[in-house]
C-alpha cells in the first residue's frame, strides 16, 4: 500500500515587488498538485504576523514556496519553518539570505575562483545617495543597475555611460523601495556576449537555455510579456565544449553557495567562451513564461513532474 500524499501549504504572494510573479507561481502549483491527487492549501503570506497561526491553523505537513524576493526568498521565511519544524522546499536558510544579497554572492563567487562580472555598490534612501563605494579600477560603461535584494528584474537599467548614472540609480531604488527606504544598488560590468541560465533540479542540470529579448536587454516587461524574448534550447552558435563548460561552471556556483532542490544560475558566455556568473536564484518561477519550466519541458519533465519532484525534496537545513 502506498503512503497517504502529504497535505501541502504552497505559500504565495508575499508583499515584495514581485507579488504578482509569485501569485501566477503559486496558482500553477496549486492547480498541479490538485492535478496529482494532493490536498493542498494555497496560503497569501502578505500578513507576516498572522502568518504562524495560519500554517498551525491549516496543519500542512509540508510547504511549497513559490515566493520571489524579500521576505519569502531571503531567507526569513525559511527560518519561521525551520523553527515550526514545516518541511519546506527549496535552499536552506543561510543559501537563500546568501543568493539575495548579490554582493555577497558575487564576493563568494570571486573568492571560489568563479568569474563574475567586476561590481561597485551604491546606498539610496529617500531619492539621495547617501554611500558610493569607488568604482574598482576597469570598471568601465555600460553598466547594468540592479538592486541588490530584488529579482525579476524590479529595478534594473542599463547606462551606457556615467552621465546620467545617478539618475538611473535613484530610479532603481524608487522602484526597488517605493516608500524611499535604504537600498544598496549593484553597478556591474556588461559583459557582451550570449545570456544563458541553468536550471539545475536535486543537483542534476537541465539543459541550457539561451535567453535572446527581441529589443534590449532582459528586462521585467521582455521577461514576463509573451513573445518579447525567444528562449532557445540548445543556445545556438555555442558549442559543446563551451555548453559543457557553463554548466560545470554554473553546477559549481550552486554546490558554493549551498543551494539546493531546484534553482537556477544565469550567466552570460562572452566570446572566448568564459561564463560569467551573474545570480543565482534559489526559488525561480513557475508561471507559463518562466525558465525553469521551459528547460524541464526540454529535458522530458512535464509540469506535474516538476511539482512532484519539487515537493519530493523538501526538507529542512
Known amino acids: 500500500m502506498s503512503e497517504p500524499k502529504p497535505h501541502i501549504g504552497v505559500l504565495l504572494g508575499g508583499n515584495s515587488g514581485e507579488r504578482e510573479v509569485s501569485l501566477n507561481s ?158 544598496r544598488i549593484l553597478i556591474e560590468q556588461e559583459v557582451q556576449g550570449t545570456e544563458v541560465t541553468l536550471t539545475i533540479l536535486d543537483k542534476k542540470s537541465l539543459p541550457l537555455i539561451e535567453i535572446r529579448p527581441k529589443k534590449g536587454f532582459y528586462s521585467y516587461g521582455n521577461k514576463y510579456t509573451s513573445g518579447k524574448t525567444q528562449y532557445l534550447i540548445p543556445p545556438e552558435k555555442l558549442g559543446k565544449e563551451t555548453l559543457d563548460h557553463a554548466t560545470t561552471v554554473g553546477l559549481a556556483a550552486g554546490q558554493l553557495l549551498g543551494c539546493r532542490g531546484l534553482y537556477r544560475v544565469d550567466m552570460i558566455i562572452d566570446e572566448a567562451g568564459t561564463p560569467w556568473i551573474l545570480e543565482a536564484n534559489t526559488l525561480p518561477g513557475l508561471t507559463e513564461t518562466s525558465l525553469a519550466p521551459k528547460s524541464a519541458a526540454a529535458d522530458g519533465i512535464t509540469f506535474e513532474d516538476l511539482a512532484e519532484r519539487i515537493v519530493a525534496g523538501a526538507g529542512l537545513a
Open 26 to 183: 503559486g496558482r500553477a502549483l496549486v492547480n498541479a498538485y490538485k492535478r496529482l491527487g494532493y490536498q493542498v492549501t494555497a496560503i497569501d503570506t502578505a500578513d507576516g504576523p498572522n502568518l504562524p497561526a495560519t500554517l498551525l491553523r491549516t496543519q500542512i505537513e509540508v510547504a511549497v514556496l513559490a515566493l520571489h524576493g524579500p521576505g519569502g526568498e531571503d531567507g526569513t521565511l525559511q527560518g519561521l519553518l525551520e523553527t515550526m519544524r514545516i518541511p519546506y522546499t527549496g535552499s536552506g536558510v543561510t543559501a537563500s539570505a546568501v543568493c539575495m544579497d548579490k554582493v555577497v554572492t558575487k564576493r563568494l563567487l570571486r573568492d571560489g575562483d568563479l568569474p563574475t562580472p567586476p561590481w561597485s555598490e551604491v546606498t539610496v534612501e529617500k531619492g539621495h545617495i547617501t554611500h558610493r563605494q569607488p568604482l574598482p579600477e576597469g570598471l568601465q560603461p555600460p553598466y547594468f543597475i540592479k538592486p541588490l535584494n530584488a529579482g525579476s528584474s524590479v529595478g534594473v537599467s542599463k547606462a551606457q555611460d556615467s552621465d546620467n548614472i545617478d539618475e538611473l540609480l535613484i530610479q532603481s531604488a524608487a522602484e526597488a523601495a517605493p516608500d524611499g527606504e535604504a537600498v
